[in-house]
C-alpha cells in the first residue's frame, strides 16, 4: 500500500527517486492520514499559548505515531533508499530554544495520544533562536533559516488584526497537525506576518529592531540588550496573544459559546510569562462585546492557568509602563483595573501587578487572574510556595498546585532509540508505548546477566552512532570504547557548565601528575547561550579553549576528550541521549525547576550524577540511592545561603588549593595561546568575585562523586548495567501522558 501511494505521488518507482522527492511525497501521505484522525470538539478544548514550541523533525515521528515507520522503512529499504538519509533531508522547524519549547511539543504530543482536545498556539519565527557555529573557539550566530522547500504548517488563509503602537498589523494563521501515537489529530497554531523580510539581517543576527512590520517574527527572543530590543519583545508577545485570542472567540462563538460561558468552552494554559497579556486582551475583547469588566475579569480568570518555570527574579518578566503605554496602548485601562482590584484585595505591595516603581509584573498578573498556578516539580513547587511566591500562595493557596514535567516517549524512545525500544519490546511486550508504567516490569531483568549484556551492547552500538555522526557532522573523531559524560541544556550559569569544566581542568592536572581516570572520558557538551549573555559566551569560550589544549597534548588526550556540538536542538539530543552513559545534572540545588534532560537521559538508560535539584529529587526517589550519584548543597541549605548573604568566593578561591589551581588555569598562559584573553580573563573575575551560582562550595563533592561513577563504569560494568536497567524500568512516571493527565484532572477538565 505504502509502495503503491509513493510511487504515484512521485511518478515513478521508488530506486529512481530522489530522497527530496520522496520526502515530499510521505509528507503529502502523512497529512492526509492525520486528517482522517481529526475529531469534533464536544465541550472544553485546551489552547496551550507558548513562545516556544521545539516539536523537532516530524516525518518519522509522525510516521511512528500513525504506525506507518514500519511499513515505509521496509519499502524504502527495498528500493534502495535509507529512512536515515531520507530523514537527513528534512530542516528542523526553528521555533523553540530549550526545555521550555520541547516540553510545549511533547504536551502536544500527550494531548493528541490521549485523544484530548488540545491545540498549541504560538509564532511561527522565520530563523529561530540563530544558527549557532564556532569560529576561533568563540560561538558565532547566524540566521537559521528553515522556511524553505515543503513546509508541515500550511496557510489557512485566516488572518487576525493586531494593533501595536496605534498600527494595525495583519496576523496570518498558520497551521501544523499534531499526530498522537495510535491517538487523533490536534494543531498546532502559529502566528505570523506577510511583511517579514529576512533580507533585513545584516552582519551575523543584527537587524533594525524599529522596522516593526519588518521584522516582528524574524528571531525568537530577539536581543532585549537595549530599549529597542526589549519592546520589540512586547511587540512579539503581543501579536501572539492577540491573534491567539481572537482565534480562540472565533472558534468558542462557532461551537455555540455565548461568551458569558466562555469558560465552559475553552481552557487558556500560560505557558511561562510570555503570553502573560492573553488575560489582560481576553479581558479587552469581551468588553468590546458588551461583557462588564468585572464579569470579564471573572470569565478570564475560570478561563485561564499559569504554569511558573522559574525562581530566578530575571526571567519572571516585568516590564516598564511606559512600554506597554507605547507598544499596546489598548491594554493599559485593563491592567490598571486588574492592579486596582488587587490592592483592594490585599495591602501587600509584594503583590501588586504595578509596582512602586511602575513596572508591569507580567507573573502578578497571571497568578491573581489565573484559577491555578503550578509548578514542574514537586522540589520547584514547595519553593514556591514557601519563599519566592509565599505572599501569593497566602492569598491563594487553593491555587497552588505541582505538575511534574514529563517527556514523550514517542519522540525520546520509539523514535530515537530503536534499537533499546525494539529490545524492551521483546522482554515486556509493546504496552509500555501507550502505558510507561508498564517499564516497571523490566526491574524483574535487574539480575539477568543476558539482558545486562544485551543493554551494554545497545548502549555501545548508540555511542558509535554517535561518534559516526559527529565526525561527519564537524570532523571529529571521538572513542566510542570511552566513557560519555553528557551535559546538553541551555548555556546558564545555574545550570553549572563552568563546574564542569572546572573538572575537567582539574582532571587535566591530575592525569599529567599520573593520577589516571578509571576509563577514559569523553565530556560532550551541547548549548546555545543567548547572544547578549556575556559569561555564558565566556564559558563556551572556556570549554573549546580547553577542548583545544587537551587535544594538544599527547598525555592528557588519551584520557580525556571534550567535545561541543554544534548548534545543539532536537535532532543533535536525539544522537546524544541514547549514548550518553552519564547524564550530567548539576544545576545549584533550588535554582531549576525541573529539567527534562535529565528525563530523557534516564530513559535511555543513563545514570544520572546531579544535585537534588528540580526532578532530579523525584529521580532519586523513582530508582533508590544505589542507582544515582547525589552531591552537593541541598536546597535548604543553598537558600538560607542567600538569606545570610555570607557567602564569598574569593575565601574558598583562597584557601581551597584544587580549586585555585583550576581557576587559575582558565586565564592562564596555555589557555591564553590557544584562545581569547579577554573572554577567559572575564570569566575567572566573575567567578572569584562572584560565582552567584556556588561552583565552589560544590566543586570537591563534585569531583569526588563524579570519579565514583567513572570508576564503577570502568571496574563492575555489570552492576553499572545494572543501573541503567533501574532507571529505565523507573521512567514512566516521567512520561508526558503522566503529566498531561494530571492537568486535565486537576485543571482542564476538557471534553
Known amino acids: 500500500m505504502m509502495k503503491t501511494r509513493l510511487e504515484a505521488l512521485c511518478g515513478k518507482k521508488i530506486a529512481e527517486c530522489s530522497y527530496e522527492e520522496i520526502y515530499e511525497a510521505l509528507m503529502k501521505i502523512v497529512k492526509e492520514e492525520s486528517r482522517s484522525q481529526g475529531r469534533k470538539v464536544e465541550g472544553r478544548k485546551l489552547y496551550y499559548i507558548s513562545a516556544e514550541f521545539l516539536i523537532g523533525k516530524l516525518l518519522g515521528n509522525n510516521l511512528i505515531n500513525l504506525g506507518l515507520y514500519d511499513e515505509t522503512d521496509k519499502v524504502l529499504k527495498e528500493g534502495g533508499k535509507s529512512m536515515a538519509e531520507l530523514e537527513e533531508t528534512e530542516a528542523e ?25 488540545g491545540d498549541g498556539v504560538g509564532l511561527r519565527y522565520h530563523c529561530g533562536l540563530f544558527h549557532q557555529s564556532f569560529k576561533n573557539n568563540l560561538q558565532s550566530e547566524s540566521p537559521d533559516y528553515w522556511l524553505n522547500g515543503a513546509q508541515w504548517a500550511e496557510d489557512t488563509g485566516k488572518t487576525y488584526d493586531v494593533s501595536l503602537a496605534g498600527e494595525t498589523y495583519r496576523a496570518r494563521l498558520y497551521q501544523i497537525d499534531v499526530t498522537g501515537y495510535g491517538g487523533q489529530t490536534n494543531k498546532l497554531h502559529l502566528f505570523d506576518l506577510d511583511t517579514v523580510d529576512e533580507s533585513i539581517i545584516t552582519e551575523g543576527i543584527r537587524f533594525d529592531k524599529t522596522d516593526i512590520e519588518k521584522n516582528l517574527t524574524l528571531f525568537l527572543y530577539p536581543d532585549d540588550s537595549d530599549d529597542a530590543g526589549r ?7 503581543y501579536l501572539m496573544v492577540s491573534a491567539g485570542a481572537q482565534m480562540i472567540l472565533e472558534e468558542c462563538m462557532e461551537r455555540g459559546s455565548n461568551l458569558h460561558d466562555l469558560a465552559d468552552y475553552a481552557a487558556v494554559q500560560i505557558n511561562d510569562t510570555h503570553p502573560s497579556m492573553v ?43 511606559e512600554y506597554l503605554e507605547e507598544a499596546v496602548p489598548q491594554l493599559m485601562p485593563v491592567i490598571r483595573k486588574l492592579d486596582e482590584t488587587v490592592k483592594e484585595r490585599t495591602d501587600d505591595a509584594g503583590t501588586a501587578i504595578i509596582d512602586e516603581d511602575g513596572r508591569v509584573h507580567m507573573a502578578h498578573m497571571d497568578i491573581h487572574f489565573t484559577h491555578s498556578t503550578n509548578g514542574v516539580a514537586a522540589l520547584h513547587t514547595e519553593i514556591l510556595k514557601d519563599s519566592e511566591l509565599n ?20 519522540r525520546w524512545l520509539l523514535s530515537c532509540n530503536r ?4 529490545y524492551i519490546e521483546s522482554l515486556i511486550g509493546p504496552g509500555f508505548k501507550k502505558d510507561a508504567g508498564e517499564l516497571k516490569k523490566l526491574a524483574a531483568y535487574a539480575d539477568n546477566g543476558e539482558v545486562l549484556q544485551n543493554l551494554t551492547r545497545i548502549k555501545a552500538e548508540n555511542k558509535k552512532l554517535l561518534a559516526k555522526w559527529l565526525f561527519k557532522k564537524q570532523g571529529i573523531l571521538i572513542n566510542p570504547d570511552s566513557m560519555f559524560t553528557i551535559q546538553s541544556k541551555r548555556l546558564h550559569e545555574y545550570k553549572r557548565q563552568q563546574l564542569n569544566l ?24 551541547g548549548a546555545k547561550a543567548a547572544p547578549a549573555y556575556t559569561t555564558a559566551k565566556n564559558i563556551i569560550h572556556a570549554l573549546l579553549t580547553l577542548s583545544k589544549v587537551v587535544a594538544d597534548d599527547p598525555q592528557v ?58 526532578a532530579n529529587v523525584e529521580i532519586q526517589d523513582c530508582v533508590g540511592e544505589d542507582n544515582i550519584y547525589i552531591f552537593g548543597q541541598n536546597s535548604v541549605q543553598v537558600i538560607r545561603c542567600y538569606e545570610r548573604g555570607d557567602y564569598c568566593a574569593r575565601e574558598w578561591y583562597e584557601t581551597d588549593a584544587n580549586i585555585r589551581r583550576a581557576v587559575d588555569f582558565i586565564a592562564g598562559d596555555l589557555m591564553q595561546a590557544a584562545g581569547d584573553r579577554e573572554s577567559l580573563e572575564s570569566l575567572k573575575r566573575e567567578l572569584i568575585g562572584k560565582d552567584w551560582f556556588q561552583t565552589f562550595p560544590d566543586f570537591n563533592a563534585y569531583v569526588v562523586r563524579k570519579n565514583q561513577a567513572i570508576t564503577d563504569y570502568a571496574v563492575n560494568p555489570e552492576k553499572w548495567a545494572r543501573m541503567a536497567l533501574m532507571n529505565i524500568s523507573q521512567a514512566g512516571f516521567f512520561s508526558s501522558d503522566r503529566t498531561i493527565k494530571e492537568y486535565n484532572e486537576d485543571i482542564w477538565h476538557l471534553g
Open 502 to 525: 572546572l573538572y575537567l581542568i582539574h582532571t587535566y592536572f591530575e592525569v599529567k601528575s599520573g593520577h589516571l581516570p578509571a576509563a577514559p572520558i569523553t565530556a560532550v557538551f
Open 557 to 614: 588526550s588519551k584520557w580525556l576528550q571534550i567535545v561541543m556540538i554544534e548548534n545543539y536542538n532536537v535532532t543533535a539530543a536525539e544522537k546524544m541521549v541514547p549514548a550518553c552513559d552519564l547524564s550530567e545534572q548539576i544545576s545549584l540545588a533550588s535554582k531549576e525547576a525541573s529539567g527534562t534532560g535529565n528525563m530523557k537521559f534516564m530513559l535511555n538508560g543513563a545514570v544520572t550524577l546531579g544535585t537534588l535539584d528540580g
Open 93 to 117: 522547524p526553528s521555533l523553540g530554544n530549550g526545555g521550555l519549547g520541547r516540553l510545549a511539543a511533547c504536551f502536544l504530543d500527550s494531548l493528541a495520544t490521549l485523544k484530548l482536545p
Open 231 to 237: 519592546k520589540l519583545r512586547v511587540y512579539q508577545q
Open 391 to 410: 505572599g501569593f500562595y497566602k492569598l491563594y493557596p487553593e491555587k497552588f498546585n505541582n505538575k511534574t514535567n514529563g517527556i514523550t516517549f514517542r
Open 419 to 422: 534499537a533499546l525500544a525494539g
Open 279 to 321: 488575560i489582560p486582551e481576553l479581558i479587552r475583547l469581551l468588553g468590546e462585546q458588551g461583557i462588564a469588566f468585572e464579569e470579564a475579569a471573572e470569565i478570564v480568570t475560570n478561563v485561564c492557568a499559569y504554569t511558573n518555570h522559574t525562581i530566578l527574579a530575571e526571567a519572571l518578566e516585568k516590564w516598564p509602563k
